[in-house]
């Protein structure tokens, strides 16, 4: 699979990069001869063996030319987002200005579009782009990075505190201006976009990432996020995955923390047909944390593939993991968290919960939380779970005069709601809210027998 159909007759972007970045060519090779000798990944690997390629590796996607088009008028995008704060639109993984709003930010900060960053800040992209992910070990990271064109650069000094949440919304929507949204050629959208997150010491931000997809065509998203938090940082980053039935994400986050520094991050999926996301954690300083809650809600045919590793290299750090999953219909779920504890970390933290509900006969899940301990004095622990609605709980709440479908409802939402909890308050009322919304929008609380 070293030659796949990914892209239809891409052009030899490289190339004019190059021309236009010179410092970007031993980047641009070192990811493609990354790509080239891993190809894309099948099933016969341990680690996708549970994920459906098979559909996307048949399927010919483009990047489209055209300027991205969206529905809706640039202001009402604005007025649409819930949260306070800076506001940057994307379409097609391109920046839309036009639609953005950047407020004031502390001196030396930056935030930026990636291709802003490609030009104007070189010496940061030099210094930090691609030094926490691996190229050889992660072949779709390798593949974002062979289509780098946009995304967004944050960059914190020391002791730069955003009080304003950053809230990115990425539409993969299609470059056509028919009533579906449908391509005249039939070729399906790909975008990749690319996110540097990077906090000095003492640094503090609040991030979130959504994809949505509000065309009817298949489209596909490789996307990758890289985080580096210095000491004593404080990221509060939220990954929310809102797509179709027909769009396909493929997800991939990096992270090194130094000494002292805290990372809250809150994976929310809600949509799509085929779904990947790998979350990787290196905590290489000592009294690092790192704290990692997930919801994924699922129904039809849809698949879900979350792998997790979190490695602690040296002392006194902590992790804590605690994903739940809603699965309806013939859905598919997949969760292999993984906490390595290497020899030179003694008292380390490592904890990992995995909880599912089955809401249907036809609903499937995979769960295989993992500990490797090389060290002795530690506290570890992992469990997982998958069943059913409490058939006692569900007859106590309909005693007390609930009718069966808002029973099942409430079950269900009190059972996500826990991995909510840490979020401040009006990034968790925004999340319960999608939550409720996708439990009725999904048939979540249908009776199944």
């Not at 000491?231 to 000494?259: K, N, P, T, Y």
């Not at 005693?399 to 909890?421: H, K, N, P, W």
Request: a negative charge.
């Amino acid at each position: 699979m070293s030659d796949p159909r990914l892209l239809s007759d891409p052009p030899d972007r490289q190339a004019l990069l190059s021309e236009l970045w010179p410092w970007l060519h031993d980047f641009y090779q070192q990811a493609q001869e990354a790509f080239q000798l891993q190809g894309l990944p099948s099933r016969r690997l341990e680690g996708w063996k549970y994920s459906r390629l098979d559909a996307l590796y048949e399927r010919r996607f483009v990047i489209p030319d055209d300027s991205p088009v969206l529905g809706d008028s640039p202001e009402s995008l604005q007025e649409n987002f819930p949260l306070a704060g800076h506001q940057l639109v994307f379409a097609g993984g391109r920046w839309l200005p036009e639609a953005s709003r950047i407020g004031p930010l502390p001196e030396g900060a930056r935030l930026c579009s990636m291709a802003q960053a490609l030009s104007s800040e070189r010496e940061l992209l030099r210094y930090y782009l691609g030094q926490v992910v691996s190229l050889q070990e992660h072949p779709f990271a390798a593949l974002n990075t062979l289509w780098l064109e946009d995304g967004l650069l944050l960059y914190l000094p020391s002791g730069c505190r955003l009080e304003q949440p950053i809230h990115c919304r990425f539409f993969n929507t299609l470059a056509s201006n028919t009533p579906t949204g449908l391509r005249a050629d039939g070729l399906a959208q790909v975008c990749f976009p690319r996110l540097l997150l990077v906090l000095e010491a003492d640094a503090e931000a609040t991030l979130i990432e959504e994809y949505l997809d509000n065309g009817e065509a298949e489209s596909l998203t490789v996307g990758l996020t890289e985080i580096r938090l210095a000491e004593q940082a404080q990221l509060l980053h939220c990954q929310l995955q809102r797509g179709g039935q027909r769009s396909s994400h493929i997800a991939g986050l990096h992270v090194e923390q130094a000494a002292g520094s805290r990372l809250q991050q809150f994976s929310l999926t809600l949509g799509g047909a085929m779904l990947r996301n790998d979350l990787q954690v290196q905590l290489l300083g000592e009294g690092a944390e790192t704290l990692l809650n997930g919801l994924y809600l699922l129904d039809g045919r849809q698949h879900l593939d979350n792998h997790l590793r979190i490695d602690h290299r040296v002392a006194d750090c902590r992790s804590a993991v605690l994903y739940k999953g809603v699965l309806d219909d013939r859905a598919h779920g997949v969760f292999n968290g993984l906490a390595v504890v290497h020899p030179d970390a003694q008292r380390s933290d490592a904890r990992q919960v995995n909880k599912n509900l089955l809401l249907s006969q036809g609903a499937e899940m995979d769960t295989k939380p993992e500990l490797q301990i090389e060290a002795d004095d530690v506290k570890c622990s992992h469990g997982a779970t998958v069943g059913h609605l409490d058939s006692q709980a569900l007859f106590y709440l309909q005693s007390r005069g609930l009718d069966a479908d808002s029973a099942r409802r409430l079950l269900t939402f009190a059972f996500g709601y826990e991995t909510l909890q840490p979020l401040p308050d009006p990034l968790k009322g925004w999340c319960a809210m999608l939550l409720e919304q996708a439990l009725q929008a999904q048939g979540a609380t249908d009776d199944h027998a």
